[in-house]
């Protein structure tokens, strides 16, 4: 896998993740309100709120524990698929999941734009699991916070990074599709990174940047870039175009 099919996923992840405020504001300001600051800002980043150049080094810190676990989803992904090579009809197998994680990103983009709320069915289904785990998760995160240090920072973005989420779903489907655990990793590398100027940003800016990054036409723009990507998926797919310059536009990875 080379990095022009890595940088689709990329630009995924940074269109994407304008929907990280909304689906994480809520969840956040609740652990905010155990922090030591005495005015916590309600933040995507679970950390103690302090001036910039003192938070920096805990915002990435929760990024790359983030990203982290990302990683380790992508490579069970990619590996469970990449096991699974000796069985017959893979080429079908491939095919389905290859016309499912390009609907995936349809109905993401759709999402962003607020058109249809499909997706959050999804995310209700995870959120069940989540619950389930939380007793046996609440303590440690109980044990890391206020997140005033970066390894602990880095423990809480790894323990967040599980939260569900139907746009890290829609990408894991492209990582099962990269076929080896080495290139799932990637696949969720290359998100993660997408997302991690947008999430770093509002780490730092809090409310302010919240607040913009909400407006209609912010989360209009996003969806129809990430639509844009799922319909030229499809059009691959369905045989309607097919030159090379495709493999760098299309979200799927090729073997």
């Known amino acids: 896998m080379n990095l022009l099919q890595l940088l689709p996923v990329m630009v995924v992840g940074l269109a994407g993740s304008v929907h990280c405020i909304g689906m994480c504001g809520g969840i956040?300001?609740?652990?905010?309100?155990?922090?030591?600051?005495?005015?916590?800002?309600?933040?995507?980043?679970?950390i103690a709120a302090a001036a910039v150049p003192t938070a920096l080094p805990r915002v990435l810190s929760y990024n790359a524990g983030r990203i982290a676990s990302y990683m380790v989803a992508g490579a069970l992904a990619g590996g469970l698929a990449g096991g699974a090579q000796s069985l017959s009809a893979l080429a079908g197998v491939q095919l389905l999941f290859y016309w499912?994680?390009?609907?995936?990103?349809?109905?993401?983009?759709?999402?962003?734009?607020?058109?249809?709320?499909?997706?959050?069915?999804?995310?209700?289904?995870?959120?069940?699991?989540?619950?389930?785990?939380?007793?046996?998760?609440?303590?440690?995160?109980?044990?890391?916070?206020?997140?005033?240090?970066?390894?602990?920072?880095?423990?809480?973005?790894?323990?967040?990074?599980?939260?569900?989420?139907g746009m890290v779903y829609s990408v894991l489907l492209t990582a099962m599709l990269s076929g080896s655990a080495g290139d799932g990793a990637a696949v969720m590398l290359a998100f993660g990174l997408g997302t991690l100027p947008m999430l770093t940003a509002l780490g730092l800016a809090g409310a302010r940047l919240q607040r913009a990054l909400q407006q209609r036409r912010v989360r209009i723009a996003c969806g129809l870039l990430v639509l844009a990507f799922g319909v030229l998926g499809l059009a691959r797919a369905a045989g309607g175009i097919a030159p090379d310059w495709m493999d760098t536009l299309c979200l799927t990875p090729h073997q």
């Open 100 to 165: 499912m994680a390009n609907l995936m990103l349809v109905a993401l983009g759709l999402y962003l734009m607020n058109a249809w709320r499909g997706l959050a069915l999804l995310e209700q289904g995870g959120r069940v699991l989540w619950q389930r785990a939380q007793p046996a998760i609440a303590p440690m995160m109980k044990t890391l916070m206020p997140a005033q240090r970066p390894h602990q920072a880095f423990a809480l973005g790894a323990l967040w990074g599980w939260l569900p989420c």
């Open 28 to 46: 956040v300001g609740a652990l905010s309100v155990g922090t030591a600051a005495p005015a916590p800002i309600r933040s995507v980043i679970p």
